[in-house]
């Protein structure tokens, strides 16, 4: 009989198998965070195996094969149980009835399966926790032996009703490691304990899978820190962004202080849309459908005043966080002149910034008319004015990047971004406020900015982001 093929194992695979319809592709399309494995609640829609590697910097961290589900295994084992040979011969015997029925449609489903096996790849066996055991899966297991591949077994939960308990006492008779694993509700510690986990099926396979987590850990951290930047980014570009608008006459009429206000705001819309769709992408969610049309955040228009309510500052916060900008800046009045102000400048600073703030609550950005070159004026409308604008634009780009970072890229079903009432409260303490206020300050003043400003901007929002989604 023919030996076993031998491949490059230059990163751990893993073949994920089972009875039809148990939740394998989704298993694999969460572990490889992949969104493009196909996924259906139809027996059989898995036909071919296919592989899907996770590739980080362009290294495989580990590659997963998503097999269809057995068919005929009763008729399977029986041709194995045909050959009375030793242990040590029963994985040739697999091997024996993969060429011997290569081109027989009968077996088409269990020659996919078994032929990553074969090819050295480990087993994943999965089967549903919410249906009762039954004697029929020992064949399937029973086969799974004969490879004589190091094995594990994870209980999925397609329904509410728990069978595990007399699962696990089944599965731990013919698997070396029993896991419950709901690929619908993964996050990242679930997915570093299934890895480990992987690392303790055979020792050839503890360095490469160990060097696999620590490269995904490093990844995770790298998808938190690009989230950072783009949304640092947005919100710089949105605060310090110009519209301008040509006019002719001699004054702009109100159609066209209509018209910037209203391009003002599409741009910022749309550099909204744009940075969502990139976030998307870094979290390998490219397939993403969600449940809000373009922008609205279920109704909540980047504008509107229930975004404002939502996402923003109260006016009372608004007051406090101008008063105390205003006051750092009074400060400076009174460093100037030595404290002979008797400190009256912070006082006044304070006064001035918390006005200022409360007076612009609705404003956007004041409408200015400029020069004239051979009678044209233009209108021009930015940077941002408006104290509260970062925090909505901010908020809303936190709370989207939050909510794709936590979806399982298993899930097929809309995307629901439904808001969270109490999200502002997480996300934005009085410390974080004050710390973003310095930077928005800066933003909105048109001042030129230090890209270790930028950084430290970032810096602040990845730590907000990396609270919010490993909470």
Known sequence: MPGRREIDFSHPKFAVVGHPNKGKSSIVSALALDDTVQISDTPGTTTKKRSFPL?????????????????????????????DVPANKKHEVVQAFIDTHRENEHFHDEIELLEPIMDGAGIIYVVDGSQPYGEEYETEMEILRWTGQPSMALINHIDEMDYSEEWKKALEHYFKMVRTFNPMQTNFEQHMSILESMAQLKEEWIAPLKTSIKLF???????LERSATLIARLVYESVTAVEKLPFYAPEASEQERYKIESNYKDRLRELEVAAQKDIEDIWNHGHLQKKEKVLTFEGLDLFSEETASVFGLTRKELLITGMTSGAITGAGIDLLFAGHTLLLGGAIGALIGGAGAYLGFNELSEVKVLGQTMGKHYLEMGPMEN????Y????????????????????????????????????????????????HKKFRSGSALE???????????????KRLIDA
């Open 217 to 223: 850990k490093q990844y995770q951290e790298q998808m």
């Open 451 to 465: 890209a270790e400003e930028l950084k430290a901007y970032e810096t602040l929002i990845k730590q907000i982001l």
């Open 55 to 83: 590739t980080v910097d362009g290294k495989v961290l580990y590659e997963l094969f998503d097999t269809p589900g057995f068919q005929r295994a009763r008729r399977v084992l029986a041709w194995l149980k045909q050959h």
């Open 387 to 390: 104290r509260n604008f970062p």
């Open 392 to 439: 909505i634009l901010l908020g809303r780009a936190i709370y989207h990047t939050m909510k794709v970072a936590q979806t399982s890229h298993a899930k097929r079903e809309v995307f629901d971004m439904e808001m969270d009432q109490t999200f502002k409260e997480r996300w934005l303490d009085d410390t974080s406020r004050n710390a973003l206020e310095k930077y």
